[in-house]
């Protein structure tokens, strides 16, 4: 079936260490796009992507970083420097000019 | 003042009566505005598109357009205990690409 995949679903992350959400499309979309959602509100944008090869900071990049090297992949790392990193992470894609469509997310916690 | 905005809720409705959700936004040339149905600990499920003035359809859902005033809204008719969610409001600003942004919920909570 058709989808955006996520894993995993929940991720600990110990102090002074980097962790890799996977994303993986097979919609073959040309866009993909990081969210973070704290409790209670809203979708903040974190990378986006338009195209292999190139992607670009959102409102809340700092902390994190992004790899396209695959149209059907776009891994967010989360790096030691995002002090407050427990939130759910959501991954979309889209077509263009279409709306975008979200995988089941990951959940990320502090030990 | 924030980008798209939306009361937070909860907006409580009777069984069976109509939900009706706001959401106003900034960027008067924005084109495209949809309605996302979160669940509590799930992702966003699409469940609206609306592009240009007026109403549009889809089952129990209709969505209301005013580019003029800059809202754009959603109606929940029949509501139903399953219809209990966050709906987020998103919108495509001009000359954003495909980026959207989103407004910080409504919670809505359907009572039997």
């Known amino acids: 079936d058709g989808g955006i995949t996520q894993s995993p679903k929940y991720l600990f992350r110990k102090e002074g260490q980097n962790v890799t959400l996977s994303c993986e499309q097979n919609?073959?979309?040309?866009?993909m796009y990081w969210y973070r959602q704290d409790p209670g509100q809203g979708l903040r944008l974190i990378y986006y992507?338009?195209?292999?090869?190139?992607?670009q900071k959102g409102d809340i990049a700092e902390g994190y970083s992004v790899s396209r090297e695959k149209k059907e992949s776009f891994p967010l790392t989360v790096t030691s420097a995002q002090k407050n990193p427990t939130a759910f992470y959501l991954c979309?894609?889209?077509?263009?000019?279409?709306?975008?469509?979200f995988g089941d997310g990951t959940r990320l916690s502090i030990l | 003042q924030k980008e798209v905005e939306q009361n937070s809720g909860p907006l409580s409705v009777p069984e069976g009566a109509i939900a009706s959700l706001n959401c106003t936004y900034s960027?008067?040339?924005?084109?495209?505005f949809f309605w996302y149905r979160q669940y509590s600990g799930k992702s966003p499920e699409l469940i609206m598109s609306i592009y240009s003035n007026g109403d549009k359809e889809d089952g129990r859902f209709t969505a209301q357009l005013n580019k003029a005033s800059q809202y754009v809204s959603l109606l929940i008719r029949d509501s139903q205990p399953s219809d209990s969610a966050t709906y987020l409001c998103a919108v495509r600003p001009k000359a954003a690409g495909n980026k959207l942004t989103f407004g910080g919920g409504t919670r809505v909570l359907v009572k039997p």
């Open positions: 960027d008067r040339g924005s084109q495209s």
């Open positions: 979309a894609s889209t077509l263009t000019g279409f709306p975008q469509h």
């Open positions: 992507s338009q195209i292999v090869n190139d992607f």
């Open positions: 919609l073959n979309h040309d866009a």
